[in-house]
């Protein structure tokens, strides 16, 4: 099999009992492709036969992006995320084409976040070390009037050990917890009166070891504008992160919040290799979650959707959300 407009040929293989043929990878969506078989008849004589076809345009076909990838070891709060790239009104039928299964025997549910964003997560955390399987069978699955899904694919995780860090915003201080046992406990700077943190549980959805923060690119005006950001992992699309802060006094980790929302751990420019900021760092994973509480402003609790964060949602709600 070649592509027209390139000509270049389509690796895959033949199944086992040489009656189908598998491409290597995922077709192109939009694309026009030509076939040439070449077969021996019942006499003996060769019979070859083409054919062509066009796979399905961007314009009427959906993919969805999803967390975690495959292959990856991620912490107990990790749910399996996927953000269409159009919106869904057959929920029931895009939904019951994807399966989650634990090899801890867990029941998963999805809640949906408006028509292009499904989450899939188990009641209580995922244990620790288990293996997490979604199988994706979207291709040709209508997800709205004359929208078919083009994805097939099988995703395999692992879950690490158990780290759910609990902030106290009273005393500034994080208490970082391994499989249920205090591991350590670190100073911390959160948010201040002004801008305080958001209360409830956050989860680790992304890591950086230097990043670029700009107040005016979170709602703020120019506060702030670090361009080199150590050691920073994301609890919100928002903006929370944990990270690294070496512009505030040493004086004010365990003592003040003095951020906009975020939670800082003391650092020094460049990153350092020896503190607090990095250590936490080096020991966390994508899903690790951190719980905040008694943040000043006792209202102000991170929204479900506002990041990986469907834990703050109570199981009622959260399969009153699911589409199966």
């Known amino acids: 099999m070649s592509r027209v407009d390139t000509g270049s040929a389509v690796e895959g293989a033949m199944s086992s009992d040489r009656k189908s043929w598998q491409p290597s990878a995922q077709l192109e969506r939009g694309t026009r492709y030509e076939i040439t078989a070449e077969g021996k008849g019942s006499e003996g004589n060769t019979v070859v036969e083409h054919s062509a076809f066009t796979t399905v345009s961007n314009a009427n076909s959906f993919i969805g992006t999803f967390t975690p ?4 070891t991620v912490g107990v709060g990790m749910p399996v995320s996927f953000n269409f790239d159009k919106a869904i009104t057959d929920k029931k039928a895009v939904q019951s084409h994807i399966t989650v299964t634990s090899s801890s025997g867990q029941e998963v549910s999805g809640h949906w976040f408006g028509e292009q964003r499904l989450d899939i997560r188990p009641k ?51 208490t970082v917890r391994r499989d249920g046992k205090v591991f350590k406990e670190l100073p911390i700077s959160g948010g201040s009166p002004q801008n305080p943190t958001y209360n409830g549980q956050m989860v680790i959805s992304e890591k950086f070891e230097k990043t670029h923060m700009d107040s005016s690119t979170v709602g703020f005006g120019g506060e702030y504008n670090f361009t080199d950001v150590p050691h920073a992992m994301r609890l919100s699309t928002s903006g929370t992160f944990v990270h690294g802060n070496y512009w505030g006094n040493p004086s004010v ?35 690790d979650v951190i719980t905040v509480k008694n943040s000043p402003d006792a209202e102000k609790s991170i929204k479900p959707d506002n990041g990986l964060n469907g834990w703050n949602m109570d199981w009622e709600t959260w399969t009153a959300g699911s589409a199966v």
């Open 69 to 72: 990838d495959n292959g990856t």
């Open 253 to 287: 980790f365990g003592s003040a919040g003095t951020s906009h929302g975020c939670i800082g751990l003391r650092d020094v420019q460049g990153g350092g290799s020896d503190t607090p900021a990095k250590w936490f760092y080096d020991h966390s994973l994508v899903g």
């Open 124 to 174: 209580d955390y995922w244990q620790p070390g288990s293996t997490v399987t979604m199988k994706l069978d979207l291709d040709g699955v209508e997800g709205a009037s004359g929208i078919y899904g083009v994805q097939s694919k099988t995703v395999t995780f692992t879950i690490g050990r158990s780290q759910v860090s609990s902030v106290d915003m009273n005393t500034q201080t994080m």
